[in-house]
């Protein structure tokens, strides 16, 4: 079974969240949406689109979305099939939370990491 296959996401806090998103927008030149982050669209070698997205997002440090973590950061990774491996590392003694969210943006499952890190797993849709 493969586990990991690449990047969904990075996630992090700011202590002023609207302010370091403009810092990215002006002097970066990343799209910062309403929401607080955009999303890349992968390609191919041309520039030609292929299926896939990685999302970059800057969050107030007041959010909770990384708890029981207290890191200011949390990195989401694609898997190809999000039970599978969330019983592989049940078996293996790792810290799952037992919630798995499902909906039309994919499957969602998190493990903690030997240091008190959120990972967040994520199989998307079909197609994506």
Known sequence: MKRVTGIG?????????????????????????????TAFSWTDAE??????????????????HFAPSTAPFMVNYRVEDLHALVKALKQEGCSVLEKIDES?????????????????????????
């Open 9 to 37: 996401g990075i996630f992090f806090k700011a202590k002023d969240a609207p302010s370091l998103q403009a810092w990215y927008k002006r002097h970066l030149g990343i799209d910062v949406q309403a929401w607080g982050g």
């Open 47 to 64: 520039g030609k689109p292929v299926a896939g997205t990685t999302v970059w997002s800057i969050g107030s440090e007041a959010g909770d």
């Open 104 to 128: 039309e943006y994919g499957k969602f499952a998190w493990v903690i990491d030997p240091e008190g890190n959120k990972v967040e797993l994520w199989q998307p849709p079909e197609g994506q």
